[in-house]
């Protein structure tokens, strides 16, 4: 596709319930990163992958979360036992490289009940 | 943690006013990027800065980074209701992940 989808665009879960959320880069891009986002505010770190590896997950809040990217393509982020606090807008973005532009999806908005 | 901090949080003003937007941080960083985020969308990059004292013009977007790398300023000349969104600074130290502002909320009224 022309952009970074991201699916699904809206997720409403019971705390204590497992989640994935789905990212697709632009073609051809070797960098993916997570980012997390309450309302109102910055993006937050969470996860960046160069390739199929995880270059940097010291973003990741606790042993709840995990993202993976098998192929060097699509990557799934992973949230085990949900809460709560969980809840927020989590990014997903893309770029040909490490330093290059980086490139967003539209997120998908987490809402734990 | 480099924590970049953004003022003003929020900000109402008419159309045709000028305004400026300040991203301050203790960390040095080897470049700097300024993004406007609107509601239900990712952020979309709007520059990106990387000499110490660099000022860069975008229509009537003016963007600085501080001569010690640490800080940067968004200058809105005639601001028009299209401006309005969520404007938030970035940095990046060498070949290491962004890390985000905390935002600048600005609402352009007709």
């Known amino acids: 596709g022309a952009g970074v989808s991201q699916t699904p665009s809206n997720k409403v879960t019971e705390k204590g319930k497992y989640v994935e959320l789905r990212c697709d880069p632009i073609s051809g891009h070797t960098a993916l990163y997570w980012y997390r986002q309450s309302l109102g505010q910055g993006p937050e770190f969470l996860i960046y992958f160069q390739g199929t590896g995880a270059a940097d997950d010291s973003g990741l809040p606790n042993d709840r979360f995990f993202a993976v990217r098998p192929e060097g393509s699509v990557s799934t982020l992973k949230i085990q036992r949900t809460e709560r606090g969980d809840s927020a807008v989590y990014l997903c973005?893309?770029?040909?490289?490490?330093?290059?532009?980086?490139?967003f999806g539209q997120g998908t908005r987490l809402t734990v009940v | 943690t480099q924590l970049l901090e953004q003022s003003p949080q929020f900000l109402s003003i008419q159309e045709g006013e000028n305004l400026t937007v300040y991203c301050n941080s203790s960390?040095?960083?080897?470049?700097l990027q300024w993004y406007r985020q609107e509601p239900g969308e990712g952020p979309v990059l709007l520059v990106t800065?990387?000499?110490?004292?660099e000022v860069k013009k975008l229509k009537r977007l003016t963007f600085q980074f501080g001569d010690a790398r640490k800080d940067s300023s968004l200058h809105i000349t005639a601001a028009q209701p299209g401006d309005t969104g969520l404007y938030l600074c970035a940095g990046r130290t060498g070949y290491q992940k962004v890390t985000f502002g905390t935002g600048t909320k600005l609402q352009v009224i007709p």
């Open positions: 960390s040095v960083f080897s470049s």
């Open positions: 800065v990387v000499t110490g004292g």
């Open positions: 973005a893309s770029s040909l490289f490490l330093n290059t532009e980086a490139f």
